[in-house]
């Protein structure tokens, strides 16, 4: 079967970088993708990795190592509003499906 | 411009009755998912299509059923519903080989 780990918290105080990692483990896997959750809202995309190496999007950059089923995403200059969980999903398979992580809740304090 | 919505937001139901969930996109996008959501397990797929008259099985599709007539919508039913079936429920949207999904807002469900 499918299955991602990453850690259920991470605390970081404001201005400060914080990393949260992913491994998988998944059959037809073609990429990592990331996804935002603020409490009671909907997910919403931040970053895909289909190839090794680091993806920069503004504060968020996304890290991929393929041959280590590993991933990452570095979030920089932190702020309050970065407060939320935040799930690392394989794209994988013949129907290429989604398959989340049970999500990171990342808590900025002032 | 082009959304997403989910009705109801908010549902109440009893064991055993059967329940609707309404997904509509405005995006035109082939791709269509449901997703429920649970505390400790992330978003688990429930059902997908990937067009007109396409359905397939996700994860958890037990007791679960979705029929796709056009392009903008793909209800989720509940044929009887159980408590076990509590959650908050999500659909979701893509383009044709996209990696990129679109949620809904969610329609949480209480089945008592």
């Known amino acids: 079967g499918q299955s991602l780990e990453q850690p259920s918290e991470v605390t970081a105080v404001e201005g400060a970088i914080v990393q949260i990692n992913c491994t998988y483990q998944?059959?037809?896997?073609?990429?990592l993708s990331w996804y935002q959750q603020h409490d009671g809202g909907a997910p919403t995309f931040l970053s895909y990795n289909a190839l090794d190496g680091l993806e920069e999007t503004g504060r968020f950059s996304s890290f991929l190592s393929r041959s280590d089923s590993y991933g990452y995403l570095l979030l920089q200059e932190l702020q309050m509003k970065d407060s939320a969980s935040y799930f690392c999903a394989a794209y994988s398979g013949s129907a290429r499906q989604l398959t989340f992580g049970s999500g990171t809740q990342l808590t900025v304090l002032p | 411009d082009a959304e997403i919505t989910q009705s109801p937001r908010h549902k109440i139901t009893e064991t055993g009755r059967q329940v609707t969930l309404a997904c509509h996109q405005t995006?035109?996008?082939?791709?269509m998912f449901w997703y429920r959501q649970d505390l400790g397990h992330g978003l688990r797929l429930i059902h997908y299509?990937?067009?007109?008259?396409?359905?397939n099985k996700g994860e958890v599709s037990d007791g679960y059923s979705v029929s796709r007539s056009n392009t903008e919508d793909l209800p989720l039913t509940l044929e009887s519903a159980a408590s076990s079936q509590t959650s908050v429920y999500f659909c979701a949207s893509s383009e044709q080989d996209s990696d990129t999904q679109y949620f809904g807002p969610g329609t949480r469900l209480t089945v008592l």
């Open positions: 998944t059959s037809g896997f073609y990429g």
């Open positions: 995006w035109n996008h082939n791709n």
């Open positions: 299509s990937y067009g007109v008259q396409d359905t």
